[in-house]
């Protein structure tokens, strides 16, 4: 099992910038690849980002590529992603989740942590 835990998360104006961090415990982390999705009121989960088990490979969704970056760091048992040039449409519930090499869909997920972006 895999204990994961988001913190960063607030309130922002836009065109600010954030960072949240993903904490895990239990497994040894850089056997999981790591992902990020949100959720907005009343809306489907959404993809955020993607990282790799070591780091190296990261893919983003269409609507944060280019201003959000996802980074892990194996060593302190730890995920990021840095959000900048934030908008109004990023406020949602972002959630870390991992899952191992062998798995279709991510198994462990976080508690998630509120982002909210306005004026």
């Known amino acids: 099992q895999v204990q994961l835990a988001e913190s960063g998360g607030g309130l922002v104006q836009p065109g600010g910038s954030l960072r949240l961090t993903c904490t895990a415990s239990?497994?040894?982390?850089?056997?999981?690849?790591m992902g990020w999705f949100r959720q907005a009121p009343g809306k489907e989960r959404e993809f955020v980002a993607a990282?790799?088990?070591?780091?190296?490979?990261?893919y983003y969704g269409t609507s944060v590529k280019g201003r959000f970056t996802a980074s892990r760091d194996n060593a302190k048992n730890a995920g990021y992603l840095q959000m900048n040039n934030l908008k109004p449409e990023d406020t949602a519930v972002y959630y870390c989740?991992?899952?191992?090499?062998?798995?279709?869909?991510?198994?462990?997920w976080g508690q998630g942590t509120q982002v909210s972006v306005s004026a």
């Open positions: 990282i790799s088990r070591s780091g190296d490979g990261s």
């Open positions: 989740a991992a899952k191992s090499l062998a798995a279709f869909e991510y198994e462990y």
């Open positions: 239990g497994r040894t982390f850089s056997n999981y690849a």
